[in-house]
């Protein structure tokens, strides 16, 4: 059976609206979209600190029988934390939460938890997020650290 | 029209004529994205909470470019493109659409593109990752296209074989049914090599 395609071309009403030639530069847009997010800067730590706490209470290492926890419940934190990383961008928490979303998936995968990996996660989300004289390299390092720990779980 | 030249710092842009929606749950993330874009000069924005509440400004008032959200409770965000491209008002079904998500899984990236959005961006999101998109659909020429079951962008790749690294489209993708990820994050280039549009040789 033959079905119908109907194939077309819409208006681009961006182009013709916004890019015409006039206007503010590309930089001065980006630099102050970037002065916007500063303002949001002390919310978005509010935001991992508390994220980060209710991680520990709920999967952290003094939590009894976490055995039963619901991976999307870590897996929405993380996503929290990634969310709040654009006003935060030097400290590398997305990486960290973005590993352990991955880490939350292989779990997922392999239907059992491994809670040494999903401790260091925590602890290395606290780190980043409390100790901020670290430098670039340094929080670079942390996470070449967690690549690993997922890479090796993931050969097992 | 003339062909745009690259997004450069010294491009110049008038985005105060647009008129943006944008779509999320998460009441942070919408300040973030709320920031962004006024940062850029628009100066019609329309926050919306929810899918549902998306529908209803779809309803009153064209739009020029959505970002929403793809993981929503509810309706999510593909599902609110299929139902623009589908079913909201004539002068809304071919506006573009950009899904922004966390999940950037190979398959949620390619549930972004088979749901007719126009590109999918990675969180965190970044003043220059926005714009360049915002960059990238005015420079768009893809036809859109209008099938039985798909409405969107013509979704054809350039034949550059799989990612580096994978052993080819699709391979990996589990039924929808079973949907737990097989594959890690996607990073925004890997991501961007998915979307891109490009000329397939028949």
């Known amino acids: 059976m033959t079905k119908s395609v109907r194939k077309f071309r819409p208006q681009n009403r961006i182009r013709a609206l916004a890019f015409a030639g006039s206007g503010l530069l590309a930089k001065d847009a980006i630099a102050s979209a970037q002065a916007g997010l500063e303002t949001l800067r002390g919310a978005a730590t509010e935001t991992v600190l508390a994220t980060i706490a209710e991680m520990e209470r709920r999967f952290g290492s003094r939590v009894a029988d976490r055995d039963g926890a619901e991976p999307m419940g870590l897996y929405g934190l993380a996503a929290t934390i990634i969310d709040a990383s654009s006003c935060l ?23 059992a938890w491994n809670w040494p990996a999903v401790d260091v996660h925590i602890a290395t989300l606290q780190l980043l997020s409390s100790q901020t ?10 996470i070449s650290g967690l690549a690993a720990v997922n890479e090796r779980l993931s050969r097992r | 029209m003339s062909a745009l030249p690259k997004l450069l710092a010294s491009t110049r842009m008038s985005l105060d004529k647009l008129a943006v929606l944008i779509v999320d749950d998460n009441a942070q993330s919408l300040d973030i994205l ?32 959505v970002l929403t959200d793809a993981q929503m409770p509810g309706m999510d965000g593909y599902s609110l493109v299929q139902w623009i491209r589908r079913d909201a008002m004539q002068q809304n079904r071919f506006i573009p659409v950009v899904v922004i998500t966390g999940h950037t899984r190979q398959q949620d990236v390619l549930r972004a593109r088979d749901c007719g959005a126009n590109f999918t961006i990675a969180k965190p999101i970044t003043p220059k990752v926005i714009l360049e998109r915002i960059f990238w659909i005015a420079k768009e020429d893809r036809m859109f296209v209008e099938t039985g079951d798909y409405v969107g962008p013509d979704r054809r790749f350039k034949r550059e074989g799989p990612p580096a690294g994978m052993k080819g489209r699709r391979s990996d993708d589990l039924d929808g049914e079973v949907g737990t990820a097989t594959t890690p994050n996607l990073s925004q280039d890997q991501i961007d090599s998915l979307m891109k549009p490009g000329k397939v040789a028949i």
């Open chain 1, 89 to 111: 961008p030097e400290a590398c928490l997305d990486e960290a939460a973005k590993s352990l979303c991955d880490l939350v998936d292989q779990c997922a995968e392999a239907g």
């Open chain 1, 133 to 142: 004289s670290l430098s670039r390299d340094e929080r670079k390092k942390i």
């Open chain 2, 34 to 65: 709320v920031q962004v874009v006024s940062g850029f000069g628009v100066k019609t924005l329309v926050r919306c909470d929810s899918a549902a509440d998306a529908q209803t400004q779809l309803a009153k008032a064209p739009y020029d470019l």
